[in-house]
Every structure is written in structure tokens, then in C-alpha cells.
């Protein structure tokens, strides 16, 4: 995950901390959206995704878990859930994501995010945005939940509700918007890219401004569930929606717009940036290479500083390698699960960069990027080191000595953002 706000607008967010290792010095968000600051990022530990029911009752073609409108067995009780929140506590995770499913269908769903909370835990939820009314509007900002993501898929209502399954969707979406945002909770928007959204990224952007949306995630696709049924972008379709995401990213903090946008599961999309600061001779162009640098991409990422835990308890590396667990919550701490290299697997990912293979072996950008998404790579190849299909970087661009790690990159001092190095005009 990169944040093209900090990197590209020299922005501060209440996820810089955590994502960059640097103290909030330009603003001051509210206690419980804040995120510790990180002492380096290898020691980081694991945001939490957990996927706490699989029900769900929308149907979207895209869908990593599969999940339709029903109940599933053998889903973990109240009691199992607040056992699990107990020892996330004690692990001093930074974040747990409550996903599904969908998590709002779960009837204790939100009691849990209380019970979190009174642990001190940063919570977070992600939802398809339909049973937002205004009376759970209002309970999600009294929780203190730090965020809420609601999926969209276009700006346009026929499409968006072609990909959920079900007609009228995008309005209860919406309507699941406005009602966060009149409860003064934050609320982001969240966007897989697939070859019809990937058009639609300019309404999309129109639409953040025009309902006063806090936060964008852009997701690049990776083929897990459902989603292995969708076609993928090429790389040059998947490179011109990158341009377009950080083009409209500048205009809009030029303008003054405190807008978080950030893109996830493709880590190239940092030295892209990079090299894009870089031609356009931007003055933070190294600051930024540093930057991600610092932070390792996909090495600190999946197995490290991602985790998932699904509907029954098992234990992955992320919510799109439910493949391969390595341990269930009912019979072991998530705590003891996680720190436990025994698994191959789980040893590699804590030190992946040996392991890589192909053009990620070779890359110049290893270091920032970390060579991309090991379950998309896994999914496509058969192979969990093979070089990650969804890499859009040119040979000549990846070619050449490699980016070094900053020196202070295990003392959880990166390069502090120049707030004075404005972008060029």
C-alpha cells in the first residue's frame, strides 16, 4: 500500500506514522484515529484483516471469500471472537479490519468493535455500504471506529450494481456514504480495478469531491475467489489508470483538498511513482524513493505487517491466501501463530527477498518494492517466489544497480516530509 498523498502531495494522515515511521507534525486527527509510529518497518506488527462472517448479502463478481446471503457453520461464537480481540491487544496490533462477507450482517458485529474498543484497539470496517442508516451511521462515530471503507465500483448506478448482483445497490451504497458522512464519521471509498472501472476513475474522483468522501483505496485485482473469473488489466491498461489515479491525486491537493488516496496490492506502484517525480523533476523525487524504501513494500508487507484471520479461525498470510493457513485462533493465539517460523512458507515471507525469482530476483527496486503480491504470483505460477505477473514496470526500467536501504531505516527515523519542496507548477 502506498499513499499518494504523503508521497506525491506532501501530505500528513493519521496512517503516516504507521505506513512511514514519522510522527504527525501538520495535523492532529482525533486519539483514535491515530496509528503508533513505527520503529522500523520489518518490526511492525501485523494489521489485522478478519473476515468475521461470510455472509453476505450482496453477490459481487469480484468476491475473494465467495460469499452469497446465507449463514455458514462453524463460525466463531461472540465469546471465541472476544478471546482473539483479547490477545490482538496484548500483541499490540495496530489496526483490526473487520471485513466479511459482509461484517454488518454479523449480529454482534458491532459489540465486538466495542469490546475492541475498550481494549484500546484501532478499529476499522470494511462493508459493501448497504445497512449503513443513519442510527448505525451514528454508532459506527460513537465506537470511534478510525474508518470506515465502503466498496463502489463506478459512479455510474447500472454498472456498479451489475458487479454487485443486485439492483439498487449503488443507491443503498450511497445513501451509506452520506449517512457516515452527516455522522461526522470518516468514511473512504474503496475501488478494485478491473478493465470497466479502470474507465471510470474520473467520475469516480469527481464523485470523492462532490460527496465529501475522506479517503480513496484503489485496489489492484488479485485472482482469488470470484475474482478469478474476471479479466485482468494489461499492463498498459493497468499503467494508464495508475497515471490517471496519481494525476488526479496532484490536481486535487493543489487545490487544497485533504483527500487520502492510496493504492494497494501492486507495490510497484511506489517505484512508479518515483520515477514519475523523477522525470517530472519534482523536488521530493528522492525523498520519496527513501520513503518507500524505509517502508519495504511487499518484504514488510503479507506475513509481516498484513495478516488475515477468516470466518472459522484460520490464520493467513492475507485475506487473498486463504489457500494455506497456518493455524487456527480456537486452538492457538493468533500471537503464538504469527511469531511461529516453523512453516516454510511463513519463514520465507519473513525474509522473501532471497527467495525471489525471475525479474522480482533482478530488480533494482527490490528494496522498495519487495516483489509485489506472493499470492497473486502464487495464484498465477504455482510458484510463492515467482515474479508477480502484475508487475507493469518495464526491463529497462527495473534494470540497473540496486536502490539502497536508507541507513536509518531500522531506527524509525525516515526522511522527514519537506513540507516547503512544493510540487512544480
Known amino acids: 500500500m502506498i499513499d499518494v498523498s504523503v508521497l506525491y502531495g506532501g501530505l500528513e494522515t493519521p496512517s503516516t506514522p504507521h505506513r512511514y515511521g514519522r510522527a504527525i507534525t501538520q495535523i492532529d486527527p482525533p486519539e483514535h484515529q491515530k496509528m503508533a509510529v513505527a520503529k522500523s518497518a520489518a518490526e511492525r506488527r501485523p494489521i489485522v484483516v478478519w473476515?468475521?462472517?461470510?455472509?453476505?448479502?450482496?453477490?459481487?463478481?469480484?468476491?475473494?471469500?465467495?460469499?452469497?446471503a446465507k449463514r455458514y457453520p462453524n463460525e466463531l461464537s461472540t465469546e471465541q471472537c472476544k478471546a482473539v480481540l483479547d490477545d490482538l491487544a496484548a500483541f499490540q496490533v495496530p489496526a483490526v479490519l473487520f471485513s466479511g462477507g459482509e461484517p454488518l450482517s454479523r449480529?454482534?458485529?458491532?459489540?465486538?468493535?466495542?469490546?475492541?474498543?475498550?481494549?484500546?484497539?484501532?478499529?476499522?470496517?470494511?462493508?459493501?455500504?448497504?445497512?449503513?442508516?443513519?442510527?448505525?451511521?451514528?454508532?459506527?462515530?460513537?465506537?470511534?471506529?478510525?474508518?470506515?471503507g465502503i466498496s463502489l465500483d463506478s459512479a455510474t448506478p447500472a454498472i456498479h450494481d451489475e458487479f454487485r448482483g443486485k439492483d439498487g445497490a449503488f443507491d443503498k451504497a450511497m445513501r451509506g456514504f452520506r449517512n457516515c458522512v452527516d455522522a461526522d464519521q470518516k468514511v473512504g471509498l474503496r475501488l478494485t480495478l478491473t478493465r470497466q472501472t479502470a474507465k471510470d476513475l474520473d467520475e469516480i474522483f469527481d464523485l470523492i469531491e462532490k460527496e465529501d468522501i475522506n479517503r480513496a483505496c484503489f485496489?489492484?485485482?488479485c485472482p482469488a475467489g470470484r475474482g478469478s473469473n474476471l479479466i485482468s488489466l494489461t499492463q498498459k491498461e493497468t499503467r494508464q489508470a495508475v497515471?490517471?489515479?496519481?494525476?488526479?491525486?496532484?490536481?486535487m491537493n493543489e487545490r487544497g483538498k485533504r483527500v487520502e488516496i492510496l493504492m494497494v496490492d501492486n507495490h510497484c506502484d511506489g517505484p512508479a511513482l518515483y520515477l514519475k517525480m523523477l522525470k517530472e523533476g519534482h523536488p521530493r523525487a528522492q525523498q520519496v524513493l527513501d520513503m518507500i524504501t524505509w517502508n519495504g513494500g511487499a518484504k514488510n508487507s503479507s506475513g509481516v505487517g498484513i495478516s488475515n484471520i477468516d470466518f472459522y479461525g484460520n490464520v493467513h498470510a492475507d485475506q487473498f491466501s486463504m489457500y494455506r493457513t497456518f493455524g487456527n485462533v480456537k486452538e492457538r493465539k493468533f500471537s503464538e501463530i504469527w511469531q511461529d517460523t516453523s512453516d516454510p512458507i511463513m519463514a520465507g515471507l519473513k525474509d522473501r527477498l532471497p527467495l525471489l525469482k525471475g525479474r522480482c530476483a533482478t530488480c533494482r527496486f527490490q528494496n522498495a518494492c519487495g516483489g509485489g503480491l506472493r499470492a497473486r504470483a502464487e495464484s498465477m505460477t504455482g510458484d510463492p517466489w515467482a515474479s508477480d505477473p502484475y508487475c507493469y514496470l518495464t526491463d529497462e526500467e527495473i534494470a540497473g544497480d540496486?536502490?539502497?536501504?536508507?541507513?536509518?531505516?531500522?531506527?524509525?527515523?525516515p526522511p522527514a516530509l519537506n513540507h516547503a519542496a512544493k510540487t512544480p507548477t
Open 243 to 251: 497515471e490517471t489515479i496519481f494525476d488526479r491525486t496532484r490536481e
Open 219 to 221: 485496489y489492484h485485482l
Open 402 to 413: 540496486p536502490v539502497q536501504i536508507p541507513d536509518n531505516e531500522n531506527k524509525g527515523t
Open 107 to 148: 449480529p454482534d458485529v458491532l459489540e465486538l468493535a466495542e469490546y475492541g474498543r475498550s481494549l484500546g484497539l484501532h478499529v476499522v470496517l470494511s462493508t459493501n455500504g448497504t445497512l449503513i442508516d443513519e442510527k448505525t451511521a451514528k454508532r459506527l462515530h460513537d465506537l470511534k471506529f478510525a474508518y470506515i
Open 51 to 68: 473476515n468475521i462472517t461470510r455472509t453476505c448479502n450482496l453477490k459481487c463478481v469480484h468476491c475473494y471469500t465467495d460469499s452469497e
